[in-house]
């Protein structure tokens, strides 16, 4: 937490899906020192509060930064079972991950180098007073003390899970004892990814995507430098925020001025989790470009789940994600191999269906849960089974002493001590007179007190009730906005509707009209038709005269045929 | 003369032995022979002892049956040593191999009661904590350390302080034993160092600072993730008003100091607090083991470097 206007190392409660949520305020108003960036003595206090208040049965601590290392210490002097999940290298390095300000990675840990580094980072933490006075050998001290503490904080914890085999070498060659250390990848969800397929939007170009924080160890601009060239054949799709990576505020900048020509690369910004399997519906190909060997390689897996192949750095937690046959990998910072790998993927369709990552290939929220659950069971035993530190007897005296007093009512307390200070002031040689001031004390201050407590009290009510009635305010002012904004669009409505009546009106006049003509016409056609009925009647009765003329003529000339043909057959009969 | 004993009692600081006792051994060595560790231990359970029988068979330790706190061990390391001058130091400091010199230096003033290194805190920015100036403010002389100040000043100069901090420090044995060594009546902690340098400024005994010898504290924070916040204060609280009864004197500032203790109850009490009443308590309790030594103490009145916060100055205290 960090709310500049709230007070320092306040804690702070909120509900998170139905888990209570305590956060300390730590502005770093404080730091003066290097010290301070892991060591909080207003944290302690808080956590000891907040301990006091839950009276947990186990701890599992995620990250100490912002925090406090000593943390740790207080859970163990209360004999709480502690388990913690080491996410990056912070505890080894404290820019956390293992970066040269160069952004390669720094294989071989030597606090001879990271005194300049580390300088470097946080100068006004390490000119404390006169900057003159603070010799090399003085800030060595700083880091091997830093290094003390977190040894000891890392030694008080009772079992340490770590998301990746390649974590748990890193951490026993610094010396942790392997078997306190256990494996557990982190479980993804693959619900949302379920219909994977079916989302898929189809481009025409392959997309490449980048998905995570926009920060130089992830690598990014070595994606840009990649695709050189390929602009014809690809696009790159970057996802994720850019904040400010210790004070480098130009990435984004610099990243931007990096596109290469003649490919579209296109920054999305910021995504919610709950959207990635979206996101990667988008995307043909996944690359993971991270300059330093991560801790489990988040983003490798949602690749998987997404099913699209996925090119990663050769490093670390990622080499061991992809590793053997799940992906492709490339020698990390070298864009001309990613280049290579990349072209191999484009060219040849075979292994790209071949590394189209499935559900398989990731594990189940439930199965990590499973696992964690054992280790707690594990740290729980540990502590039942281990014998408890040795009082330390001085410590021992005075906690029972100081918890004796705490319990004497005020009144016995002030009694006693006015006697004893009476007798003490003689005892000096003093006027003991003064002492009695003592008596009066009971029901003075303390009604004045009580008073203020009341009013306090009081005026504690109203400010919550005050908070209370302008909270519904807001409420009501939000639903008159809201029935101004429905009467808006409903007199938009009103408009629109009159504007359309007014339009099929004048339709259907229209219409109407050139029914009417329609039906003039129609006579007119009725008219004419009568008219041509008429003249064909007449030219009907014509040819029927005609005919009949005809007919006459034709059976006149047919008895006159008949006649000379029936001489002429008498002719012939006639022999002489 | 060179030669010297150092104390260094332990608890459980195996890792640390094995850590800063090579520096240490090696500035000795530096300057000659002849010198004395020891190392007195309050009952550790890790692997202290073998460590020190292995790999440091040169030193000598001393053995306590259980754990009796910082200031019982060093006084049970005070009794076997044999040079005029004994380094008093934490198991927790890393020295420079040639801290000494300077250190040795010092001793040459006649009136020299301890010489304080300049002692650096890595866990503080490396500023300097053995830089002790005092004061006098209604009714309790309160101390400080302007070298812990962010931005403050870095004290390049030898100069005078109230007292040598318990963490590291060259005493004149003879002087030191005088005086008791320190007292174990502040338990469990804080004000034991105070009170050793206020008897000797008393005394006419001076405490120096040598910032050209040069140590660094790398304390753990013990105390702070041990003891809880409350009993810190507390034990702050009550040591501070058991050596203002065993050793303050001057009847105005005893008077002031009573009226101050009044003060505070009253302030404490409208706010609803009660952590000095409770101190005060304790404190009142123990009063009687510290009052007979009073008497010792009234002989001597020599000044000490404790600046008044207003008003005029009493007996035994210096205007700076």
Redesign the interface.
């Known amino acids: 937490m960090n709310v500049p206007e709230d007070e320092e190392y306040g804690i702070h409660k909120y509900g998170h899906d139905g888990i209570q949520v305590h956060t300390i305020n730590n502005t770093f108003r404080d730091a003066g020192d290097f010290f301070f960036l892991y060591s909080v003595l207003g944290v302690n206090r808080a956590a000891e509060k907040i301990l006091d208040d839950f009276r947990p049965d186990l701890v599992h601590i995620h990250h100490l930064t912002c925090l406090s290392t000593d943390v740790v210490t207080i859970l163990r002097r209360r004999g709480i079972p502690t388990v913690m999940t080491l996410h990056d290298f912070w505890m080894l390095c404290p820019r956390g991950q293992r970066l040269h300000r160069d952004g390669t990675f720094c294989e071989v840990i030597d606090r001879n180098r990271c005194h300049g580094c580390i300088r470097k980072t946080w100068d006004f933490l390490f000119t404390a007073g006169d900057p003159d006075a603070l010799t090399e050998k003085a800030e060595m001290e700083m880091l091997a003390a830093r290094d003390d503490h977190v040894r000891n904080c890392l030694s008080g914890l009772d079992r340490i899970i770590v998301p990746s085999r390649f974590y748990r070498q890193a951490f026993t060659e610094y010396g942790l004892d392997p078997h306190r250390i256990v494996v557990i990848p982190h479980g993804l969800d693959a619900g949302p990814f379920a219909d994977r397929e079916a989302g898929r939007e189809l481009a025409e170009k392959t997309r490449i995507a980048f998905l995570g924080t926009v920060i130089p160890s992830k690598g990014v601009h070595i994606l840009l430098e990649a695709v050189h060239g390929l602009g014809d054949r690809v696009s790159v799709e970057i996802h994720g925020e850019a904040p400010p990576y210790h004070n480098d505020e130009e990435y984004m900048d610099r990243l931007e001025a990096a596109v290469p020509e003649g490919v579209t690369v296109n920054f999305h910004g910021r995504y919610e989790p709950d959207e990635i399997h979206r996101v990667l519906q988008g995307a043909d190909i996944l690359v993971v470009p991270s300059l330093w060997p991560e801790a489990f390689g988040l983003t490798v897996r949602e690749g998987f789940l997404a099913g699209i192949p996925v090119v990663a750095s050769d490093m670390g937690a990622l080499r061991e994600g992809v590793h053997p046959d799940r992906g492709l990998l490339f020698k990390p910072g070298d864009a001309e191999d990613l280049r290579r790998q990349l072209i191999r993927l484009l060219d040849d369709a075979g292994l790209k269906e071949r590394l189209c990552g499935l559900p398989e290939w990731v594990r189940t929220p439930d199965e990590m849960a499973a696992d964690t659950m054992a280790v707690y069971e594990s740290a729980v035993e540990k502590k039942t089974d281990e014998p408890p530190a040795p009082p330390d007897a001085v410590h021992q005296a005075f906690s029972t002493r100081v918890e004796s007093v705490r319990a004497i009512d005020r009144e016995t307390l002030l009694k006693r001590v006015h006697e004893k200070l009476e007798r003490l002031a003689l005892s000096l040689k003093l006027d003991p007179g003064p002492v009695s001031l003592l008596k009066a004390l009971p029901g003075h201050t303390w009604k004045i007190r009580d008073d203020f407590q009341i009013h306090a009290t009081e005026a504690g009510w109203l400010r919550e009730e005050r908070a209370t009635r302008q909270e519904e305010l807001g409420v009501l002012r939000r639903e008159i906005t809201w029935l101004e904004k429905t009467q808006e669009h409903l007199k938009d409505e009103k408009a629109y509707l009159e504007e359309s009546l007014n339009r099929q009106e004048e339709d259907l006049h229209a219409v109407k009209q050139s029914l009417e003509e329609s039906v003039n016409h129609a006579q007119d056609l009725g008219d004419k038709i009568l008219k041509r009925d008429a003249q064909l009647h007449e030219v009907s009765t014509a040819l029927q005269e005609r005919e009949t003329l005809l007919r006459r003529l034709a059976g006149s000339t047919l008895v006159r045929y008949a006649a000379r043909l029936k001489k002429i057959r008498e002719i012939e009969a006639f022999e002489p | 003369m060179n030669a010297i004993s150092v104390v260094i009692p332990t ?1 459980n600081g195996e890792d640390l032995l094995a850590r800063f006792l090579p520096a240490l051994l090696e500035a000795l060595r530096s300057v000659g022979e002849g010198h004395q560790v020891v190392v007195v231990d309050n009952a550790s ?1 890790d692997g202290s002892l073998p460590l020190l029988e292995e790999r440091f068979p040169e030193v000598e330790v001393v053995r306590l049956a ?4 910082f200031s019982a061990a060093v006084n049970a390391g005070l009794e076997t040593v044999r040079c005029p001058w004994v380094l008093s130091l934490n198991n927790d400091i ?1 020295v ?1 191999t040639d801290f000494l010199p300077p250190l040795l230096e010092a001793t040459a003033e006649g009136a020299l009661f301890a010489a304080v290194p300049r002692i ?1 805190l ?6 300097v904590e053995s830089v002790m100036d005092a004061e006098f403010r209604d009714g309790f002389i309160e101390f400080s350390q302007p ?1 812990l ?6 004290f ?1 100069g030898s100069r005078e302080v109230f007292f040598a901090v318990g963490g590291c420090g060259l005493y004149h044995t003879e002087r030191l034993r005088r005086l008791g060594g320190f007292d174990a009546r502040y ?2 902690f804080y004000w034991e160092d105070i009170d050793l340098g206020y008897r000797a400024w008393r005394r006419g005994w001076t405490v120096k600072y040598v910032p050209d010898s040069v140590v ?1 504290h ?1 304390h ?2 013990t105390i ?8 810190v204060k ?2 702050l609280l009550k040591n501070q008003l058991l050596f203002h ?1 065993k050793n303050l004197h001057d ?1 105005a500032m ?2 002031e100091h ?2 101050g ?2 003060l505070r ?2 302030d404490e ?4 607090e ?1 952590a000095f ?2 101190s ?3 404190a ?2 123990d ?1 009687d083991t510290v ?1 007979p030594a009073r008497e010792e103490e009234a002989e001597h009145d020599g000044k000490v470097p404790i600046k008044r916060a207003w008003g005029g100055s009493g007996r035994g205290v210096t205007q700076e």
């Open positions: 608890l359970t259980e754990n009796r706190g890393r420079e650096l890595p866990t503080h920015g490396g500023r070298g100040a962010v931005n403050g000043p870095s390049p338990h469990p660094h790398r753990r924070g702070s993730t041990l003891y809880s916040e409350a009993e507390r034990a009864w009847p005893l008077e009573l009226h203790i009044l109850i009253l009490d409208i706010r609803g009660r009443l409770e005060l308590h304790m009142l309790e009063a009052l």
